[in-house]
């Protein structure tokens, strides 16, 4: 028999807690389920066995999803690469971005944030490897690019975000990142939020000082590709 979801749900929660217990960092470690391209469905059953937080990599699905389960305390957050046409939608449907690198997105998105909402909550993208084809700011830029988000009303600073290369000694990409991170926590000691580590890696992630792992392949599945859908209007 095929395992549910569930089934993977309740063995991921088993996995956090193994590697928190090894890694004796005593940080807590949430779980980001990363349900791009997954029906509505398995976030229902997902809810329905106590998770939360949900990550979209698509703002069509991001909307859609969003708007069906509004009726739900959900925690929505986006995490791919953003086009400043589509940051109102962004702005209006999200709770956290953790793919920020460009000071234009962050602008549009500081002035396009619903004011009845809460600040969105906001993690840089680090392009901790250097790879010329791969989004994220670089390492150097860490402060600076921080204090440009600091400064925006509807924006609040939460942390940083990697997608370390595969193909290199990722462990090591981790360390650089935890480093990073207590960086930044010198000067905005607000940030709470190291966002590294998927399916793949995530023992190491929370070796290496994790506080939310992004999720997909082993709780949904293998995925498909979304099938094409009309633009939606976000200028």
């Not at 698509?58 to 046409?85: M, P």
């Not at 702005?91 to 500081?110: G, Q, V």
Request: hydrophobic share 40%; proline share 6%; with cysteine.
């Amino acid at each position: 028999m095929q395992p549910t979801i569930i089934d993977n749900y309740q063995s991921l929660q088993q996995q956090l807690q193994d590697a928190c217990a090894q890694a004796e960092h005593g940080q807590t470690v949430r779980l980001l389920a990363v349900s791009k391209t997954k029906p509505i469905s398995d976030i229902q059953a997902l809810y329905q066995a106590g998770q939360r937080e949900f990550g979209e990599n698509y703002v069509q699905e991001l909307v859609t999803k969003a708007t069906a389960l509004r009726h739900l305390d959900l925690c929505w957050h986006f995490i791919g690469a953003l086009q400043s046409n589509k940051t109102k939608l962004v702005a209006a449907h999200a709770h956290w971005l953790l793919s920020l690198d460009n000071l234009k997105i962050m602008r549009r998105l500081n002035q396009q944030r619903p004011k009845q909402m809460p600040p969105l909550q906001v993690c840089l993208q680090i392009n901790i490897d250097a790879e010329p084809q791969k989004a994220g700011i670089a390492a150097t830029e860490l402060l600076s690019f921080a204090d440009e988000v600091a400064r925006q009303p509807q924006l609040q600073l939460r942390g940083i975000m990697a997608l370390p290369n595969p193909a290199l000694d990722v462990r090591r990409s981790f360390e650089r990142m935890h480093q990073m991170f207590q960086q930044l926590q010198i000067h905005y000691p607000q940030c709470d939020t190291l966002s590294i580590g998927m399916s793949r890696d995530l023992q190491a992630a929370i070796a290496c000082g994790s506080t939310l792992v992004r999720i997909g392949t082993a709780l949904f599945g293998e995925r498909s590709q979304p099938p094409p859908k009309p633009p939606l209007e976000g200028a």
